[in-house]
C-alpha cells in the first residue's frame, strides 16, 4: 500500500465514519494519539463506538479519531472546552493545567502493580479525583488502564548513573521533569505524535512508555533496548466537558455512561495482557529488554524517590500514605 493509498483509506475512514452519522443524532467525536488496534486505549475506544453506534442508533452517534489524527493530547482539551470535540483520554500526565491531583499518578515507584493502582482508583479518594477540574469545565468520567513504564535510550540502563546527561522525552508533566532531573538527565516535554521522530534523529536520547506504546509506536526500533523498571504507571482519564454533559437529556446521558463504565470494567481487566503481549512482540522483533536485579532497581529507587517530597503539597500525604498501605 503506497503512502497516498494509506492517506485516501484513512480520510475514507473518516468520512465513512462521519457519513454514517444521520441527522438529527447526537455526534460524540471522541479523539485520541494512541494505536487503534492491539492497544488498551484503542481497543476500549474502538468497543465504546461500536456499542454507542448500535444501542444508540437515532439518538447518537460515536466517532473515534484515533492516533492523533484529530487533536494532540496538548490540544484536546482546550478543543473539548471550545465543543469541537466531546470525548478523550489523555494519559493523567497530561491534566495538570486544570488540577496538580492526579500527579500522584506520576511519583516514580508510587504503586507496584496496576492492581495497586486500580484499588487506589476504586477508594473515594481515587473516585473524588473524577471531579476535581469541574471549577475548569471538565469532568472526569472512568480511569482507564495502560500499565506500568519502562525505560529505553540509544544505550543500555542499568543504573540511574547510565542516564546522566541523556535527554528524554516525557509527557507534560512537571513530575516526570522532576523524576528525569533526580537523576541527572535531561527532560523534554514533546507530544506522543513526535517522540518515534525525536529518537530516530537525535532530538532525544530517551524515553518511558508502556510496553503496548513502545510496540505500537515502534519506538524499540530507534533505542539500544528497553529497561524493564516499572517504575511508574500510565493510565487514563476519560473526560467530557461539564457543558456537553449538561447538555444532554438525562435519560441520553445516562445510557452513554452506563456503557461507558460497562466498557471500562471490559477492558481495563484485559490492560495487562495486552502489555505483555506487546512486551513479548518487542522481544519477538529482536529488540533487546533488560530486566533489573533487585539490588539494581532499588538504585533506581533511591535515586528517583526524593521527588516524592517536592510534590507531596500537591497530592496530600494522605494520599501517599493511602497509595502505601495498598502496596504493602
Ligand atoms: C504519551 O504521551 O506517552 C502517552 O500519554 C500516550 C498515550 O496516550 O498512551
Given at each position: 500500500i503506497t503512502a497516498t493509498a494509506a492517506i485516501v483509506a484513512a480520510s475514507f475512514t473518516a468520512n465513512a465514519a462521519a457519513a454514517s452519522c444521520e441527522e438529527g443524532e447526537i455526534v460524540i467525536k471522541f479523539?485520541?494519539?494512541?494505536?487503534?488496534?492491539?492497544?488498551?486505549?484503542?481497543?476500549?475506544?474502538?468497543?465504546?463506538?461500536?456499542?454507542?453506534?448500535?444501542?444508540?442508533?437515532?439518538?447518537?452517534?460515536?466517532?473515534?479519531?484515533?492516533?492523533?489524527?484529530?487533536?494532540?493530547?496538548?490540544?484536546?482539551?482546550?478543543?473539548?472546552l471550545q465543543g469541537d470535540v466531546q470525548l478523550a483520554a489523555p494519559s493523567?500526565?497530561?491534566?495538570?493545567k486544570f488540577t496538580k491531583q492526579y500527579r500522584i499518578f506520576d511519583l516514580p515507584f508510587m504503586f507496584k502493580s496496576v492492581a495497586a493502582v486500580d484499588e487506589f482508583q476504586f477508594s473515594d479518594a481515587g473516585q473524588a479525583m473524577k471531579d476535581s477540574m469541574q471549577n475548569r469545565g471538565l469532568q472526569g468520567l472512568q480511569f482507564w488502564h495502560n500499565g506500568m513504564k519502562q525505560l529505553s535510550a540509544n544505550k543500555p540502563l542499568i543504573l540511574p548513573t547510565d542516564a546522566e546527561g541523556l535527554k528524554f522525552r516525557v509527557q507534560s508533566s512537571d513530575v516526570l521533569v522532576a523524576q528525569m532531573d533526580a537523576i541527572g538527565a535531561s527532560p523534554q516535554k514533546m507530544a506522543f505524535a513526535e517522540v518515534y521522530g525525536a529518537l530516530?534523529?537525535?532530538?532525544?536520547?530517551?524515553?518511558?512508555?508502556?510496553?503496548?506504546?513502545?510496540?505500537?509506536?515502534?519506538?524499540?526500533?530507534?533505542?539500544?533496548g528497553i529497561t524493564e523498571t516499572n517504575h511508574g504507571i500510565l493510565d487514563y482519564m476519560v473526560v467530557a466537558s461539564v457543558d456537553w454533559l449538561d447538555s444532554l437529556d438525562a435519560d441520553v446521558r445516562d445510557q452513554l455512561l452506563t456503557i461507558l463504565e460497562e466498557v471500562?470494567?471490559?477492558?481495563?481487566?484485559?490492560?495487562?495482557?495486552?502489555?505483555?503481549?506487546?512486551?513479548?512482540?518487542?522481544?519477538?522483533?529482536?529488540?533487546?529488554?533488560?530486566?533489573?536485579?533487585?539490588?539494581?532497581?532499588?538504585?533506581?529507587?533511591?535515586?528517583?524517590?526524593?521527588?516524592?517530597?517536592?510534590?507531596?503539597?500537591?497530592?496530600g500525604q494522605e494520599n501517599i500514605d493511602a497509595a502505601q498501605a495498598i502496596n504493602a
Open positions: 479523539a485520541h494519539v494512541t494505536a487503534a488496534v492491539n492497544h488498551p486505549k484503542g481497543i476500549a475506544a474502538s468497543l465504546l463506538e461500536s456499542r454507542v453506534n448500535e444501542e444508540m442508533n437515532g439518538v447518537a452517534c460515536m466517532e473515534v479519531y484515533p492516533n492523533s489524527t484529530l487533536y494532540d493530547d496538548n490540544k484536546v482539551l482546550e478543543a473539548m493523567l500526565s497530561k491534566f495538570e530516530q534523529q537525535g532530538v532525544v536520547d530517551g524515553q518511558e512508555n508502556t510496553w503496548t506504546n513502545i510496540f505500537g509506536k515502534k519506538f524499540f526500533e530507534v533505542q539500544d471500562t470494567i471490559t477492558r481495563n481487566a484485559e490492560a495487562t495482557m495486552l502489555n505483555e503481549e506487546a512486551k513479548a512482540s518487542v522481544i519477538a522483533a529482536g529488540s533487546e529488554v533488560r530486566e533489573l536485579t533487585v539490588e539494581q532497581r532499588a538504585i533506581w529507587v533511591e535515586a528517583m524517590k526524593p521527588v516524592w517530597e517536592q510534590f507531596s503539597g500537591d497530592v
